[in-house]
T-cell receptor, first 109, second 115 residues
Framework: GIQVEQSPPDLILQEGANSTLRCNFSDSVNNLQWFHQNPWGQLINLFYIPSGTKQNGRLSATTVATERYSLLYISSSQTTDSGVYFCAVDKGGSEKLVFGKGTKLTVNP | DAGVIQSPRHEVTEMGQEVTLRCKPISGHDYLFWYRQTMMRGLELLIYFNNNVPIDDSGMPEDRFSAKMPNASFSTLKIQPSEPRDSAVYFC?????????????FGPGTRLTVT
Protein backbone atom coordinates (compact mmCIF):
# COMPACT_ATOMS: atom_id res chain seq x y z
CA GLY A 1 0.00 0.00 0.00
CA ILE A 2 0.90 3.66 -0.15
CA GLN A 3 3.50 4.86 2.35
CA VAL A 4 3.38 8.25 4.07
CA GLU A 5 6.41 9.65 5.86
CA GLN A 6 6.40 12.83 7.88
CA SER A 7 9.35 14.81 9.14
CA PRO A 8 10.52 15.86 11.59
CA PRO A 9 8.81 13.60 14.14
CA ASP A 10 9.22 16.21 16.86
CA LEU A 11 9.70 19.96 16.73
CA ILE A 12 10.12 22.46 19.55
CA LEU A 13 9.82 26.17 18.83
CA GLN A 14 9.77 29.44 20.64
CA GLU A 15 6.68 31.53 20.13
CA GLY A 16 7.04 33.68 17.03
CA ALA A 17 9.28 31.29 15.12
CA ASN A 18 8.49 29.85 11.70
CA SER A 19 8.52 26.17 10.76
CA THR A 20 8.16 23.80 7.84
CA LEU A 21 6.70 20.31 8.13
CA ARG A 22 7.18 17.79 5.36
CA CYS A 23 5.12 14.87 4.06
CA ASN A 24 6.47 12.40 1.50
CA PHE A 25 4.27 9.81 -0.14
CA SER A 26 5.14 6.80 -2.25
CA ASP A 27 2.51 6.91 -5.01
CA SER A 28 0.23 9.23 -6.91
CA VAL A 29 -2.66 10.49 -4.81
CA ASN A 30 -6.21 11.63 -5.29
CA ASN A 31 -6.48 13.37 -1.97
CA LEU A 32 -4.04 14.92 0.47
CA GLN A 33 -5.12 16.51 3.71
CA TRP A 34 -3.30 18.16 6.59
CA PHE A 35 -4.82 17.90 10.05
CA HIS A 36 -3.98 19.38 13.41
CA GLN A 37 -4.75 17.20 16.40
CA ASN A 38 -5.06 19.50 19.36
CA PRO A 39 -4.18 18.55 22.94
CA TRP A 40 -7.82 17.53 23.50
CA GLY A 41 -7.54 14.97 20.71
CA GLN A 42 -9.74 16.66 18.15
CA LEU A 43 -8.68 16.34 14.49
CA ILE A 44 -9.05 19.69 12.81
CA ASN A 45 -8.94 20.06 9.04
CA LEU A 46 -6.25 22.47 7.93
CA PHE A 47 -5.99 21.94 4.19
CA TYR A 48 -7.35 19.76 1.44
CA ILE A 49 -4.51 20.05 -1.05
CA PRO A 50 -3.88 17.26 -3.56
CA SER A 51 -1.85 19.76 -5.59
CA GLY A 52 -0.90 23.41 -5.65
CA THR A 53 -0.64 25.98 -2.87
CA LYS A 54 -3.14 27.28 -0.35
CA GLN A 55 -2.95 29.78 2.47
CA ASN A 56 -5.07 30.31 5.53
CA GLY A 57 -3.85 33.02 7.86
CA ARG A 58 -0.47 32.08 9.32
CA LEU A 59 -0.62 28.63 7.73
CA SER A 60 0.07 27.68 4.17
CA ALA A 61 0.61 24.42 2.33
CA THR A 62 2.13 23.34 -0.94
CA THR A 63 1.83 19.96 -2.63
CA VAL A 64 4.06 18.99 -5.54
CA ALA A 65 2.22 15.91 -6.73
CA THR A 66 4.73 15.03 -9.45
CA GLU A 67 7.50 14.84 -6.85
CA ARG A 68 5.26 13.22 -4.22
CA TYR A 69 5.64 15.60 -1.32
CA SER A 70 3.74 18.26 0.54
CA LEU A 71 4.91 21.01 2.88
CA LEU A 72 3.05 22.76 5.67
CA TYR A 73 4.35 26.18 6.70
CA ILE A 74 3.55 27.74 10.04
CA SER A 75 4.60 31.35 10.47
CA SER A 76 4.78 33.38 13.67
CA SER A 77 3.93 30.30 15.73
CA GLN A 78 1.74 30.59 18.81
CA THR A 79 1.35 28.29 21.82
CA THR A 80 -2.06 27.29 20.49
CA ASP A 81 -0.33 25.76 17.46
CA SER A 82 1.00 22.99 19.71
CA GLY A 83 -0.22 19.49 18.98
CA VAL A 84 0.34 16.84 16.35
CA TYR A 85 0.17 17.59 12.64
CA PHE A 86 -0.88 14.74 10.39
CA CYS A 87 -0.63 14.35 6.67
CA ALA A 88 -3.06 11.86 5.11
CA VAL A 89 -3.41 10.69 1.53
CA ASP A 90 -5.59 8.43 -0.54
CA LYS A 91 -4.60 6.78 -3.75
CA GLY A 92 -6.65 7.37 -6.86
CA GLY A 93 -9.60 5.00 -7.06
CA SER A 94 -9.94 4.63 -3.32
CA GLU A 95 -11.38 6.86 -0.62
CA LYS A 96 -9.24 5.26 2.08
CA LEU A 97 -7.07 7.82 3.85
CA VAL A 98 -3.65 6.60 4.96
CA PHE A 99 -2.11 8.68 7.72
CA GLY A 100 1.51 9.45 8.43
CA LYS A 101 2.83 9.12 11.97
CA GLY A 102 2.61 12.86 12.51
CA THR A 103 4.88 15.70 13.61
CA LYS A 104 4.54 16.65 17.27
CA LEU A 105 4.92 20.41 17.58
CA THR A 106 5.53 22.15 20.88
CA VAL A 107 5.51 25.94 20.93
CA ASN A 108 6.92 27.43 24.10
CA PRO A 109 6.01 30.92 25.33
CA ASP B 1 -23.76 22.47 10.06
CA ALA B 2 -23.16 20.59 13.32
CA GLY B 3 -20.33 18.53 11.87
CA VAL B 4 -19.85 14.83 12.51
CA ILE B 5 -21.41 13.81 15.81
CA GLN B 6 -20.19 10.89 17.90
CA SER B 7 -21.46 9.39 21.11
CA PRO B 8 -20.53 8.65 23.75
CA ARG B 9 -17.42 10.82 24.08
CA HIS B 10 -15.98 8.56 26.75
CA GLU B 11 -16.74 4.94 27.53
CA VAL B 12 -15.30 2.82 30.30
CA THR B 13 -16.29 -0.82 30.37
CA GLU B 14 -15.14 -4.14 31.71
CA MET B 15 -13.60 -6.86 29.63
CA GLY B 16 -16.23 -9.08 28.06
CA GLN B 17 -18.92 -6.42 27.85
CA GLU B 18 -20.52 -5.25 24.63
CA VAL B 19 -19.68 -1.73 23.50
CA THR B 20 -21.60 0.30 20.91
CA LEU B 21 -20.23 3.50 19.45
CA ARG B 22 -22.46 5.82 17.45
CA CYS B 23 -21.93 8.28 14.64
CA LYS B 24 -24.03 10.79 12.74
CA PRO B 25 -22.30 12.00 9.55
CA ILE B 26 -22.61 15.43 8.01
CA SER B 27 -25.90 15.72 6.16
CA GLY B 28 -25.48 15.05 2.45
CA HIS B 29 -22.23 13.12 2.79
CA ASP B 30 -22.27 9.77 1.01
CA TYR B 31 -19.19 8.23 2.62
CA LEU B 32 -18.72 7.30 6.26
CA PHE B 33 -15.48 6.02 7.79
CA TRP B 34 -14.53 4.48 11.13
CA TYR B 35 -10.92 4.94 12.32
CA ARG B 36 -9.07 3.86 15.42
CA GLN B 37 -6.15 5.69 16.99
CA THR B 38 -3.64 4.05 19.34
CA MET B 39 -0.13 4.99 20.38
CA MET B 40 1.27 1.82 18.85
CA ARG B 41 -0.50 1.85 15.47
CA GLY B 42 -1.43 5.49 14.97
CA LEU B 43 -4.58 6.27 12.99
CA GLU B 44 -5.91 3.33 11.01
CA LEU B 45 -9.03 2.84 8.94
CA LEU B 46 -11.33 0.10 10.16
CA ILE B 47 -14.22 0.20 7.67
CA TYR B 48 -15.98 2.56 5.33
CA PHE B 49 -19.45 2.84 3.80
CA ASN B 50 -20.74 4.41 0.61
CA ASN B 51 -24.47 5.11 0.42
CA ASN B 52 -24.95 2.98 3.57
CA VAL B 53 -23.23 -0.06 2.02
CA PRO B 54 -19.98 -1.38 3.51
CA ILE B 55 -17.27 -1.08 0.86
CA ASP B 56 -14.09 -2.15 2.60
CA ASP B 57 -13.86 -3.77 6.02
CA SER B 58 -10.33 -5.09 5.64
CA GLY B 59 -9.18 -2.98 8.57
CA MET B 60 -11.59 -4.52 11.06
CA PRO B 61 -9.30 -6.33 13.46
CA GLU B 62 -11.39 -9.44 14.07
CA ASP B 63 -14.88 -10.87 14.26
CA ARG B 64 -15.53 -9.19 17.58
CA PHE B 65 -15.91 -5.94 15.64
CA SER B 66 -18.94 -5.16 13.52
CA ALA B 67 -20.31 -2.01 11.93
CA LYS B 68 -23.66 -1.08 10.47
CA MET B 69 -25.19 1.86 8.69
CA PRO B 70 -28.97 1.40 8.68
CA ASN B 71 -29.59 4.82 7.10
CA ALA B 72 -27.76 7.84 5.74
CA SER B 73 -27.66 9.62 9.08
CA PHE B 74 -26.56 6.92 11.49
CA SER B 75 -23.85 4.33 11.93
CA THR B 76 -22.72 2.07 14.76
CA LEU B 77 -19.49 0.29 15.57
CA LYS B 78 -19.95 -2.60 17.96
CA ILE B 79 -17.36 -4.60 19.88
CA GLN B 80 -18.54 -7.84 21.44
CA PRO B 81 -16.92 -9.04 23.63
CA SER B 82 -14.56 -6.17 24.41
CA GLU B 83 -10.94 -6.72 25.46
CA PRO B 84 -8.37 -4.41 27.09
CA ARG B 85 -6.43 -4.19 23.81
CA ASP B 86 -9.47 -2.51 22.25
CA SER B 87 -8.78 0.57 24.36
CA ALA B 88 -8.27 3.42 21.90
CA VAL B 89 -9.89 6.53 20.48
CA TYR B 90 -12.41 5.72 17.78
CA PHE B 91 -13.13 8.37 15.19
CA CYS B 92 -15.91 8.61 12.67
CA UNK B 93 -15.47 10.72 9.53
CA UNK B 94 -17.55 11.58 6.50
CA UNK B 95 -17.11 13.06 3.05
CA UNK B 96 -19.20 13.89 0.04
CA UNK B 97 -16.59 12.13 -2.08
CA UNK B 98 -17.77 13.79 -5.24
CA UNK B 99 -16.83 16.64 -7.51
CA UNK B 100 -13.62 18.45 -6.75
CA UNK B 101 -13.27 17.53 -3.11
CA UNK B 102 -12.86 14.32 -1.20
CA UNK B 103 -12.11 16.16 2.01
CA UNK B 104 -12.90 14.06 5.07
CA UNK B 105 -14.31 15.64 8.21
CA PHE B 106 -13.77 13.97 11.56
CA GLY B 107 -15.94 13.74 14.62
CA PRO B 108 -14.60 14.44 18.11
CA GLY B 109 -13.93 10.76 18.77
CA THR B 110 -14.94 8.28 21.45
CA ARG B 111 -12.28 7.41 23.99
CA LEU B 112 -12.81 3.76 24.93
CA THR B 113 -11.20 2.21 27.98
CA VAL B 114 -11.65 -1.51 28.58
CA THR B 115 -10.53 -2.69 32.01
Amino acid sequence: GIQVEQSPPDLILQEGANSTLRCNFSDSVNNLQWFHQNPWGQLINLFYIPSGTKQNGRLSATTVATERYSLLYISSSQTTDSGVYFCAVDKGGSEKLVFGKGTKLTVNP
Amino acid sequence: DAGVIQSPRHEVTEMGQEVTLRCKPISGHDYLFWYRQTMMRGLELLIYFNNNVPIDDSGMPEDRFSAKMPNASFSTLKIQPSEPRDSAVYFCASTAGTGASYEQYFGPGTRLTVT
